[in-house]
């Protein structure tokens, strides 16, 4: 069974950097093909997508994002890590990460499956 | 704005059929057979439903089906059931500088 859980703090001050972790089981992060991505959701609004980390620790970011973001890999640990440097109050979102399987052969990223249950990060002073 | 459009609502009886649109441009789902689609209760993850545009996860309703014409993907379900009151996303590779696009969601009510 493929299970995923986020941590992290539910407040952080605006300018401030929020570290993110994934914790995940029931899969290898070494295995062709498997990834994991970020994805957040702030309040009443749409899925976003953030970054992905795949098996060969290539890293992917949203472009409206890219400079503010950064995804790591502990395969030994079976965690994944994303930073977001200068938080802002609009930054306030569930943030979600998710097994990512990639296109056969490729590492173009196909779906997101499973999901985990979201961790809500407010950003306030 | 999300990079994919849905309609903001869609609503059914129990029984019927409705189709939920997700229009893109040829950069994403008129490119490429990626598209996928999530459905979230309120409160919840999101669960896959559809991926590679028609597939259907093990485990999912066969009620549960998904199409593409052009720059549009469609997800219908059919024999609608109260269950199946809530959220709808449609995502879609966008290439490899955009990466992986969103629709700005449907909420669907089961009358």
């Known amino acids: 069974q493929v299970t995923l859980r986020e941590s992290g703090p539910a407040l952080v001050k605006p300018t401030q950097t929020l570290t993110l972790t994934c914790t995940f089981s029931?899969?290898?992060?070494?295995?062709?093909?498997?990834?994991v991505s970020w994805i957040r959701q702030p309040p009443g609004k749409a899925l976003e997508w953030l970054a992905l980390?795949?098996?060969?620790?290539?890293?992917y970011y949203s472009t409206s994002l890219k400079t503010r973001l950064t995804i790591s890999k502990d395969t030994s640990k079976n965690q994944v890590v994303l930073t977001m440097t200068n938080m802002d109050p609009v930054d306030t979102a569930t943030y979600y990460c998710?097994?990512?399987?990639?296109?056969?052969?490729?590492?173009?990223?196909?779906?997101?499956?499973?999901w985990g249950q979201g961790t809500l990060v407010t950003v306030s002073s | 704005q999300s990079a994919l459009t849905q309609p903001a609502s869609v609503s059914g009886s129990p029984g019927q059929s409705i189709t939920i649109s997700c229009t893109g441009t040829?950069?994403?789902?008129?490119?490429?057979?990626?598209v996928s689609w999530y459905q979230q209760h309120p409160g919840k993850a999101p669960k896959l439903m559809i991926y590679e545009v028609s597939k259907r996860p093990s485990g999912v309703s066969n009620r549960f089906s998904g199409s593409k014409s052009g720059n549009t993907a469609s997800l219908t379900i059919s024999g609608l059931q109260a269950e199946d009151e809530a959220d709808y996303y449609c995502?879609?590779?966008?290439?490899?500088?955009?990466?992986?696009?969103f629709g700005g969601g449907t909420k669907l009510t089961v009358l």
């Open positions: 040829s950069s994403d789902v008129g490119s490429y057979n990626l």
């Open positions: 995502c879609s590779y966008a290439g490899s500088s955009t990466h992986v696009v």
């Open positions: 998710a097994r990512t399987i990639a296109v056969a052969g490729t590492r173009v990223p196909n779906w997101f499956d499973p």
């Open positions: 980390i795949d098996w060969d620790d290539d890293k």
């Open positions: 029931g899969f290898s992060l070494s295995t062709s093909g498997m990834c």
